[in-house]
């Protein structure tokens, strides 16, 4: 049916353009085009009419619109009153990692605007490889704070959800999976803990008792950051600790002289000596310049938290406790969680190429191009996610830098959201920029499943451990059988 046709632009005004489809100088279709002032840079598609469906003819429209609309310095884009048609089409553009969700307007509708840098349509996918052929019945795991939601409206990026993040770490634009089963459930639970110590549901002490238990040795090498951050010295001091005191140095910055008189007076002091004193941290928030900041500091329990953290970092040094590396983990929205929201989902990921530097890709059980050495394989994983990012975030879309194109291998192409992802081994962890691969999500694992494995796994180590706070170590292993991939 495209045999034949033509598509002309029509300027009606600087903020106002139409192609029509033509056929034998006969109209057969349409799509008009506005810039709206609230919305910079976006071209919305007002209206399409085609005379005849899946013609062709709509596409045409679409391509020339694009073409157009990057012509005039902007991008074109869906507009909150689509057809079921035009629906179909920009979910395609998003499946292909062309199109992204840039403002929901409510009562569902989402505009959708092509990504910066994209005016042509009509390419088709690149048949050279973008990395590792990827196994698309591979399953993957994600520990969530949000399981409900996922289930019920699929995942969102923490850029998505307005920048907030209970877990923290790694890039705000794409969602992380593993594909260890153990990974997964020491996240979920430790994201628990921590939710649990932001209401004061466990204290230092508890930490502590169980650490001497299971990771004695773990607990000796965390005594200089219990003494040098916290003041704990003594068990006497992890009792004021989880009484609600502060340890505050003689001359900390964070009061006043002045303040330290307010706190004397309201007999806010304890034990005072020369190097410092415990604090009643109630009192320490009335007379802060910054309640609020003081007030999240007790609420929320952060010098506990950031124990926890300590202990599991050299545990995982130690090689006796499982380090899921909680990096910006923020306590504020950890405390509005309820238990029931964590748990895990398995997925399976609809790409067709994986990023993984040497050592990666060999655990996988590929075999890295012979044409390429190792160090240069590594240096390109490592810039293949920034790259990911850049391509798909960055206004406008950046050329390829010069130094990370020449650690391609030979014969392969540029990583693409569209059907790329990332693998770092450190945890079996798989990161994810376009959310259409995210394929065949559900629910695998609630929190008390969960605490069940924790139990079994420290019961298999001789420790019968009723509420545990961590999973015993493990080294990360992938559950797939990679080695079956043709290499």
């Not at 399981?147 to 923490?158: C, D, I, P």
Request: net charge negative; proline share 5%; charged share 25%.
């Amino acid at each position: 049916m495209t045999a034949g046709l033509e598509v002309r632009v029509y300027d009606d005004d600087d903020r106002h353009f139409t192609v029509v489809a033509l056929k034998n100088e006969r109209t057969v279709g349409h799509i008009n085009v506005f810039c709206s002032p609230g919305r910079p840079g976006l071209w919305l598609v007002d209206s399409i009419e085609a005379e005849h469906k899946r013609a062709g003819i709509g596409t045409m429209l679409y391509e020339a619109a694009a073409r157009e609309s990057a012509r005039r310095g902007g991008r074109l884009a869906s507009f909150d009153r689509v057809s079921e048609a035009s629906e179909g089409f920009w979910q395609k553009q998003q499946r292909r990692g062309r199109a992204d969700v840039v403002e929901t307007v409510g009562h569902g509708h989402d505009i959708i605007a092509l990504r910066p840098g994209i005016d042509d349509l009509s390419n088709n996918p690149s048949e050279r490889p973008r990395g590792f052929p990827w196994p698309k019945d591979a399953r993957v795991y994600h520990a969530t704070t949000a399981l409900h939601a996922v289930l019920n409206e699929g995942f969102k990026t923490r850029r998505q959800r307005g920048g907030t993040h209970a877990l923290g770490g790694g890039t705000d634009a794409a969602v992380s999976f593993t594909l260890d089963q153990r990974t997964a459930r020491s996240i979920a639970l430790g994201l628990s803990v921590i939710r649990r110590i932001a209401h004061g549901e466990v204290q230092l002490g508890d930490l502590i008792l169980q650490l001497d238990d299971v990771a004695p040795s773990v607990l000796k090498q965390i005594q200089e950051h219990l003494a040098s951050e916290m003041g704990v010295r003594t068990p006497e001091d992890v009792m004021r600790v989880d009484n609600g005191r502060r340890w505050i140095r003689r001359y900390s910055p964070l009061i006043s002289t002045k303040q330290r008189e307010q706190l004397a007076r309201m007999g806010a002091f304890e034990d005072e000596i020369e190097t410092g004193a415990w604090v009643d941290a109630h009192a320490l928030a009335t007379v802060t310049d910054d309640e609020r900041t003081w007030d999240e500091l007790w609420q929320y329990r952060s010098d506990i938290v950031n124990a926890y953290k300590a202990m599991l970092f050299t545990g995982g040094w130690d090689r006796a406790l499982y380090n899921p590396l909680f990096f910006n983990t923020n306590l504020a929205a950890l405390a509005n969680i309820d238990d029931s929201d964590i748990g895990i989902v398995s997925a399976k990921l609809g790409a067709n190429w994986v990023c993984a530097e040497y050592d990666s890709a060999k655990q996988l059980g590929y075999e890295p191009p012979q044409n390429v050495a190792p160090s240069t394989l590594t240096q390109w994983a490592q810039g293949c996610e920034a790259e990911l990012d850049r391509g798909r975030f960055h206004e406008p879309a950046p050329r390829l830098r010069e130094e990370y194109r020449s650690t391609l291998p030979r014969d392969w192409d540029p990583p693409d959201p569209s059907d790329t992802l990332v693998y770092l081994g450190s945890m079996a962890e798989l990161r994810v920029w376009n959310l259409h691969l995210i394929q065949n999500v559900g629910a695998f694992e609630t929190l008390d499943e969960v605490i069940n494995e924790a139990r079994d796994a420290w019961d298999g180590k001789g420790h019968a451990i009723d509420d545990p706070y961590w999973v015993p170590w493990h080294k990360d292993q992938p559950t797939y059988a990679f080695t079956s991939l043709v290499r």
